[in-house]
């Protein structure tokens, strides 16, 4: 089953970006949607942003307008490009296939400051 590896997060105040990675230990080539969850302190984990096979994306609409996934299968790596962060962003964030999520990952801390 492959397994992710998630970077990038950091502190960054209102306004700011950050560029998160996720890192497959293999293929993501038959993978059809894959993408991004995040869980803030005393919440349940959410759905983010997802990516098909062929590009098609999905967003929360909370961070529609803002935030920008992609994928390399090339490189087995799938970003999020998250722009004019608000501190309701600040979570950590996972990486996981869409249907029938493996293993859950370290994550990635990105926290929003005012």
């Known amino acids: 089953q492959v397994q992710f590896v998630e970077s990038g997060g950091g502190l960054v105040q209102a306004g700011g970006s950050l560029r998160l990675s996720c890192a497959a230990s293999g293929s993501i080539l038959s993978i059809n949607s894959i993408g991004w969850y995040r869980q803030a302190p005393g919440k349940q984990r959410e759905r983010v942003a997802f990516i098909g096979r062929y590009g098609t994306t999905n967003y929360a609409d909370s961070v529609k307008g803002r935030f920008t996934i992609s994928r390399d299968n090339a490189k087995n790596t799938v970003y999020l490009q998250m722009n004019s962060l608000k501190p309701e962003d600040t979570a950590v964030y996972y990486c996981?296939?869409?249907?029938?999520?493996?293993?859950w990952g370290q994550g990635t801390q990105v926290t929003v400051s005012e």
């Open positions: 996981n296939t869409l249907v029938s999520p493996g293993k």
